[in-house]
């Protein structure tokens, strides 16, 4: 373990002004090894340091950072700050029903829950390498066991809890899941979700999977396969607490993360230990400016990269007290989340444009019944936050004292990249402003050429790595070579669009690719798509996204029929259609509309000429620019008149 560092006044882990952040910054540029290497240094503990910060080839994809370093990020997150936070709350789990208590879980208790549950994982069976789809609401059993696998070197995959049986297993078996922790049920508002069942359907075709551990949360009544499930206290309850944590090379595999590409199967993101680590602690503490006695809030599930990264992994690195929130904004009502905020009195709260969007709508009273005094800083990550909601925010929920920190990131980052610094960027609406120390980004035009100067627009990439860069697809290096770093070779492009300002600022315009964001939700057009064309009566169809007031987007699909002499009132199809879409992704992926059409806008070689269909579905009729390279022009005319 190495030694604390003696020299104070040198550290780069936070920022504390404007000139300090240029320095930092330009530190990490001009020598990204020292830089990052002195941060590794002396914030985490080290079984064994590396040989080298950074060894990497863009072009093949090829990143490693701290090589033969030896780490675990559990004790790092938990153990080393026994001594001086075992007894700091280091968890708040907030229920779903206003009347079940909050929970505090100590630093001591964690460690003790994580322990235990990590002797369970390795008595059935669980290795380091093993991966573990965790299918969980948000409750604490969660968080304890992404750490409990961590802990023990097996890979977690957690897998949203509003994902389809189809979806699950596919994931599960992508990635060949030798176990799955899920619940009987889960509580969300008013209704209560059968996980269980959920699970019971997936691995109906999931040959990995040899165990299922299941928390008791809602007491509904369940399966239970023998051989194969069993319920999780009683193992819990004769389990040791007493927990040697596997020593992990830096570069092992943490975890993996699905995320929608725009075309084919989900992307199976492969994050590995010490760069991760290093980065979302980083990161953390000085985007949101922690401090010691702070309570922070991020209302994301961890199910998505967002909760991995700062519910779980950043703050308990800095040994801060996290909030684990199982319910919605809008339940018992839209007031729900300023209540939260009184009672826990939350320092940092961090959310996505689409629920700011949602509360926004409702009565002010909502939000105005709380003084919300504790508040210090307020964050927003997951889309483009509209003018609107950034005031709405700043004024009503930041009584414009908070500053607002617009995070740009991805699951593939690992952690934010470009933001303001709490305190510390002048913030702008709409705008990520700076990158953070250590992250390159350029704009990119369409000749593949660096844009340089202020004032410009383009594809926005990274050209230099950064710690907490995904490493790889699992299973498929080839994918991730050619989706991330082939399009500007050499760099990793990111598949968003941006524009710099007068004075650098970074603004995200939004996806360049075929993945549109609905409520926050990356969603792929081919898999939905997919899912759409499997319906019998359906022969073709394409997706597109246009503009939704609360969601950001809404999806529009336009739809194909097979000519089966099908007589079924168009009404009844649609609701069939989403209900396939439904069970083969989820809930989150359904139509706003549909439209029935007899063919779709195709150039010479066959692609679907997309522009034209986000025109006609923003209902922008006018002019749809050059249409002449279509092999069949004329269905944009007859796809308007369906329309109208
Ligand atoms: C979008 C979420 C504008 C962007 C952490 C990105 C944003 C995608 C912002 C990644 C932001 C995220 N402003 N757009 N502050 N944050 N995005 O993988 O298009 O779920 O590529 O990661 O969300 O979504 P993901």
Same mark, same amino acid.
């Given at each position: 373990?190495?030694?604390?560092?003696?020299?104070?006044?040198?550290?780069?882990?936070?920022?504390?002004?404007?000139?300090?952040?240029?320095?930092?910054?330009?530190?990490?540029?001009?020598?990204?090894?020292?830089?990052?290497?002195?941060?590794?240094?002396?914030? +985490?503990?080290?079984?064994?340091?590396?040989?080298?910060?950074?060894?990497?080839?863009?072009?093949?994809?090829?990143?490693?950072?701290?090589?033969?370093?030896?780490?675990?990020?559990?004790?790092?997150?938990?153990?080393?700050?026994?001594?001086?936070?075992?007894?700091?709350?280091?968890?708040?789990?907030?229920?779903?029903?206003?009347?079940?208590?909050?929970?505090?879980?100590?630093?001591?208790?964690?460690?003790?829950?994580?322990?235990?549950?990590?002797?369970?994982?390795?008595?059935?069976?669980?290795?380091?390498?093993?991966?573990?789809?965790?299918?969980?609401?948000?409750?604490?059993?969660?968080?304890?066991?992404?750490?409990?696998?961590?802990?023990?070197?097996?890979?977690?995959?957690?897998?949203?809890?509003? +994902?389809?049986?189809?979806?699950?297993?596919?994931?599960?078996?992508?990635?060949?899941?030798?176990?799955?922790?899920?619940?009987?049920?889960?509580?969300?508002?008013?209704?209560?979700?059968?996980?269980?069942?959920?699970?019971?359907?997936?691995?109906?075709?999931?040959?990995?999977?040899?165990?299922?551990?299941?928390?008791?949360?809602?007491?509904?009544?369940?399966?239970?396969?023998?051989?194969?499930?069993?319920?999780?206290?009683?193992?819990?309850?004769?389990?040791?607490?007493?927990?040697?944590?596997?020593?992990?090379?830096?570069?092992?595999?943490?975890?993996?993360?699905?995320?929608?590409?725009?075309?084919?199967?989900?992307?199976?993101?492969?994050?590995?230990?010490?760069?991760?680590?290093?980065?979302?602690?980083?990161?953390?503490?000085?985007?949101?400016?922690?401090?010691?006695?702070?309570?922070?809030?991020?209302?994301?599930?961890?199910?998505?990269?967002?909760?991995?990264?700062?519910?779980?992994?950043?703050?308990?690195?800095?040994?801060?007290?996290?909030?684990?929130?199982?319910?919605?904004?809008?339940?018992?009502?839209?007031?729900?989340?300023?209540?939260?905020?009184?009672?826990?009195?939350?320092?940092? $709260?961090?959310?996505?444009?689409?629920? @700011?969007?949602?509360?926004?709508?409702?009565?002010?009273?909502?939000?105005?019944?709380?003084?919300?005094?504790?508040?210090?800083?307020?964050?927003?990550?997951?889309?483009?936050?509209?003018?609107?909601?950034?005031?709405?925010?700043?004024?009503?929920?930041?009584?414009?004292?908070?500053?607002?920190?617009?995070?740009?990131?991805?699951?593939?980052?690992?952690?934010?990249?470009?933001?303001?610094?709490?305190?510390?960027?002048?913030?702008?609406?709409?705008?990520?402003?700076?990158?953070?120390?250590?992250?390159?980004?350029?704009?990119?035009?369409?000749?593949?050429?660096?844009?340089?100067?202020?004032?410009?627009?383009?594809?926005?990439?990274?050209?230099?790595?950064?710690?907490?860069?995904?490493?790889?697809?699992?299973?498929?290096?080839?994918?991730?070579?050619?989706?991330?770093?082939?399009?500007?070779?050499?760099?990793?492009?990111?598949?968003?669009?941006?524009?710099?300002?007068?004075?650098?600022?970074?603004?995200?315009?939004?996806?360049?690719?075929?993945?549109?964001?609905?409520?926050?939700?990356?969603?792929?057009?081919?898999?939905?798509?997919?899912?759409?064309?499997?319906?019998?009566?359906?022969?073709?169809?394409?997706?597109?996204? $246009?503009?939704?007031?609360?969601?950001?987007?809404?999806?529009?699909?336009?739809?194909?029929?097979?000519?089966?002499?099908?007589?079924?009132?168009?009404?009844?199809?649609?609701?069939?259609?989403?209900?396939?879409?439904?069970?083969?992704?989820?809930?989150?992926?359904?139509?706003?509309?549909?439209?029935?059409?007899?063919?779709?806008?195709?150039?010479?070689?066959?692609?679907?000429?997309?522009?034209?269909?986000?025109?006609?579905?923003?209902?922008?009729?006018?002019?749809?620019?050059?249409?002449?390279?279509?092999?069949?022009?004329?269905?944009?005319?007859? @796809?308007?008149?369906?329309?109208?």
């Amino acid at each position: 373990m190495n030694q604390a560092n003696k020299n104070k006044k040198m550290s780069y882990y936070k920022i504390q002004n404007l000139e300090q952040y240029f320095k930092h910054y330009n530190k990490s540029i001009r020598e990204p090894r020292k830089f990052w290497g002195k941060i590794a240094e002396e914030n +985490f503990v080290w079984y064994q340091t590396w040989d080298k910060v950074v060894d990497f080839n863009m072009a093949e994809a090829e990143v490693k950072w701290f090589t033969e370093a030896k780490v675990n990020i559990v004790k790092n997150c938990i153990d080393r700050h026994l001594a001086r936070r075992g007894n700091k709350t280091a968890i708040i789990f907030e229920p779903n029903n206003i009347n079940e208590e909050a929970q505090h879980i100590t630093y001591n208790d964690l460690h003790q829950r994580v322990c235990k549950m990590a002797n369970v994982l390795r008595e059935q069976g669980i290795s380091k390498g093993d991966r573990v789809c965790i299918y969980l609401p948000m409750i604490p059993e969660l968080a304890v066991s992404v750490l409990a696998c961590a802990r023990i070197g097996a890979i977690h995959s957690v897998v949203f809890a509003g +994902f389809s049986a189809t979806a699950v297993s596919s994931r599960i078996n992508d990635s060949e899941c030798k176990m799955v922790v899920t619940s009987d049920g889960g509580f969300r508002g008013e209704k209560t979700i059968d996980l269980k069942g959920i699970i019971d359907e997936a691995l109906i075709n999931c040959p990995s999977v040899k165990n299922v551990l299941v928390v008791k949360r809602t007491n509904q009544s369940i399966f239970m396969e023998t051989g194969r499930d069993q319920w999780l206290q009683p193992l819990l309850d004769n389990a040791s607490d007493n927990n040697v944590a596997e020593i992990m090379d830096a570069e092992d595999p943490l975890f993996i993360l699905y995320t929608s590409g725009s075309t084919g199967k989900p992307k199976g993101m492969v994050h590995t230990t010490a760069g991760y680590m290093v980065y979302t602690a980083y990161t953390f503490k000085n985007v949101f400016q922690h401090e010691e006695n702070d309570i922070f809030w991020c209302t994301a599930d961890i199910g998505w990269i967002t909760g991995h990264s700062y519910i779980l992994y950043g703050p308990l690195l800095n040994g801060a007290t996290t909030v684990m929130f199982e319910g919605i904004p809008s339940y018992p009502d839209f007031s729900r989340f300023w209540e939260v905020i009184e009672k826990h009195k939350i320092t940092q $709260f961090y959310t996505a444009p689409t629920a @700011i969007r949602s509360l926004a709508k409702e009565s002010i009273d909502f939000v105005q019944k709380y003084p919300l005094k504790s508040l210090k800083v307020i964050g927003t990550v997951g889309e483009p936050i509209n003018e609107e909601a950034w005031h709405w925010y700043n004024n009503h929920v930041g009584g414009k004292r908070c500053p607002v920190v617009d995070t740009w990131w991805q699951t593939e980052t690992g952690g934010i990249m470009i933001s303001p610094i709490a305190f510390v960027t002048p913030t702008k609406p709409t705008y990520a402003t700076l990158p953070l120390p250590g992250i390159q980004p350029v704009l990119m035009d369409e000749k593949r050429n660096e844009i340089e100067g202020n004032q410009k627009e383009g594809s926005l990439c990274i050209k230099f790595p950064w710690p907490a860069m995904a490493r790889t697809i699992w299973g498929n290096h080839q994918r991730f070579k050619d989706t991330y770093f082939s399009t500007f070779p050499g760099k990793y492009f990111t598949g968003d669009g941006a524009l710099r300002d007068e004075v650098g600022y970074y603004r995200i315009t939004g996806r360049v690719d075929d993945v549109i964001i609905v409520s926050g939700h990356n969603l792929g057009t081919a898999p939905i798509e997919d899912a759409i064309n499997e319906h019998p009566a359906v022969s073709e169809s394409a997706i597109v996204g $246009f503009p939704h007031d609360i969601k950001g987007n809404a999806l529009y699909g336009f739809v194909i029929l097979k000519d089966t002499g099908e007589t079924r009132h168009r009404e009844h199809l649609k609701k069939e259609i989403n209900q396939h879409i439904s069970d083969h992704i989820g809930p989150i992926a359904k139509l706003d509309k549909i439209q029935f059409v007899t063919g779709l806008p195709k150039t010479r070689s066959g692609k679907i000429m997309r522009r034209i269909l986000r025109k006609i579905a923003e209902g922008d009729l006018s002019n749809f620019g050059d249409i002449t390279t279509l092999l069949n022009p004329e269905i944009v005319e007859e @796809i308007v008149e369906g329309k109208l």
